[in-house]
């Protein structure tokens, strides 16, 4: 489906160059930041936004987080308050993402946000990342360079092991020095909302801000991505269910089969866009059911391998697979 040659660019004026005409062109480019490694996109281009989930086999209702090289670019895309000025003063470039309302007339393309009327900003510290941003001229769109669920790469080789083939080039930045992604901080309602933990600290984030909301049971609903973290439930799981026993519980898709314990269905229709979007709630719910009840385990009906039932069969088996160290 993908099957191109993905270029190794060194992160000089030459390999800059090429990675900037390349994302201008509409093609994917991943890059180094301080974070870990971003799947870029001309944030502009809503066919190069769309490739990027389709390389990633993401849902498109995960959106995605727009970079910049300073904070007035990243103002100019969104409507700034008095609180997300002062941490752009103090924070930025550094890993900290910011969701505000979306500007009206902003050219940044609705599928970024996946038709959210926010959007997530971010300037990164990256040298190399600010230096690519600047030289491509346009708001690049980018979540972490690994197939969705997996974990977030910080070497060029990581984004070669998991992008290889799918996308244009590989921009060399080194090893990612933050090593987990930006924190995710909300700032559409009356307090700042934490929604995703990440390099810049609480702590750091309040001296500038105040108090921040922090979960609350709504942070996971708020960041659709969050969903969509490297989920695996703490009960085994059996995949390929044609029947079970009354210690297990089902996990459905269509007709459930008979004599489970506790029971989520994925998908009664059959739908696979449906069953995608309620597989890593299906799981935890059945995953908290097993535990209370002393359940053996979770049996997974058979989902079709095509559309977003790839994606859905490489979870279950990323999430069936033996565990290392216990
Ligand atoms: O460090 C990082 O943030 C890395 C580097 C490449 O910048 N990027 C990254 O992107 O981790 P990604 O797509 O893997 O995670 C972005 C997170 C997701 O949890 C997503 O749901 C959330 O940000 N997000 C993006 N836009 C949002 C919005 N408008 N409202 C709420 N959450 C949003
Ligand atoms: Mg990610």
């Not at 090429?18 to 974070?35: C, D, I, P």
């Amino acid at each position: 489906m993908w099957l191109r040659m993905t270029e190794l660019l060194t992160a000089d004026r030459a390999g800059l160059r090429q990675a900037a005409a390349l994302l201008r062109a509409g093609e994917l480019v991943a890059f180094g930041t301080e974070t870990v490694y971003g799947l870029g996109a001309d944030a502009t281009n809503a066919r190069a936004v769309a490739a990027i989930f389709d390389a990633k086999q993401r849902p498109r209702f995960n959106p995605l987080i727009c970079h910049y090289a300073d904070a007035a670019a990243a103002f100019a895309d969104v409507l700034p308050n008095p609180v997300a000025e002062l941490l752009g003063e103090r924070l930025w470039p550094g890993p900290l993402t910011l969701v505000l309302p979306r500007r009206p007339g902003s050219r940044v393309a609705l599928l970024t946000g996946a038709g959210l009327d926010t959007l997530a900003v971010r300037v990164p510290s990256h040298p190399v990342a600010r230096a690519l941003i600047a030289e491509t001229g346009r708001p690049i769109a980018a979540p972490s360079a690994n197939r969705s669920g997996r974990v977030s790469p910080t070497t060029a080789q990581d984004v070669v092991d998991e992008l290889g083939g799918r996308i244009a080039a590989v921009l060399d930045c080194g090893v990612c020095t933050v090593g987990v992604e930006s924190t995710v901080l909300d700032l559409t309602g009356e307090r700042p909302s934490l929604l995703r933990p990440g390099g810049a600290t609480l702590d750091t984030i309040q001296a500038v801000a105040g108090p921040v909301l922090c979960g609350g049971g709504s942070g996971e609903v708020r960041s659709p991505g969050m969903l969509m973290s490297h989920y695996a439930p703490l009960v085994p799981l059996r995949l390929n269910a044609q029947e079970v026993s009354p210690d297990e519980a089902l996990l459905a898709f269509g007709t459930p089969v008979q004599g489970a314990a506790a029971l989520f269905n994925l998908s009664a229709r059959r739908d696979l866009t449906e069953a995608a979007a309620r597989l890593f709630s299906g799981l935890r719910h059945l995953d908290a059911a097993a535990q209370a009840r002393g359940l053996a385990r979770i049996a997974a009906m058979p989902v079709p391998e095509t559309g977003l039932g790839m994606a859905i069969n490489d979870r279950l088996r990323r999430a069936a697979a033996p565990r290392e160290g216990g």
